[in-house]
């Protein structure tokens, strides 16, 4: 049996096949909510770095910061390597750029490093920090500490996961519009 066929109304004798339903070359909404939320983060990762900076110049007394030297130093190393990592990747991501990929992915890692050490800096702290006078008990403020530390190390996980998950739709987003290997990208760039 033939295959069925739609002919052009001015000329019955050529037939047309129905268009393939058209890619869509907007992204995925979930990659450009992530990507928007990542800027805004790295917006919030500059003023840990400024205050870093501030602190260590002695501008902010040490006192006031709650961390040791070496724990500012290694927060706001994290801070700056997250923030030129994400930033650029964010931007590259909503541009459609396959280098907005590479860099998403060191992005993910060294975020996640920097979650775990900011949790562990975070439980060093509750000793510390239980002590200031609140009007609470120590053990209900270390107790308090550590719900809010788990919690928050919870939620940046959480978003670590989305962050992977936009990348790796962005990932097939990408593939399904370049050719093979060696061709030209998304508006012909790569």
Known sequence: MAEPSIFLEDDPEVPVR???RARSESLPVLVIVVMIMELIACATKLFGVL???LIALGIIPEQQAQLSREQLILATVVN???FLTAFPAAIGIL???SWG???GWIAAVVGAIGAVIGGVISIQQIDKLSNLPTGLPP???RIIMLVVTVVTQVLTLAYIITHCVALVKFGKWLAERQ???GSEGVDGVR
């Open 18 to 20: 129905p268009k393939a």
């Open 139 to 141: 053990d209900v403020m």
């Open 95 to 97: 541009r459609k750029r």
């Open 101 to 103: 990929l590479t860099l």
């Open 51 to 53: 205050s870093g900076v």
């Open 80 to 82: 700056v390597l997250v």
């Open 179 to 181: 050719g093979p290997p």
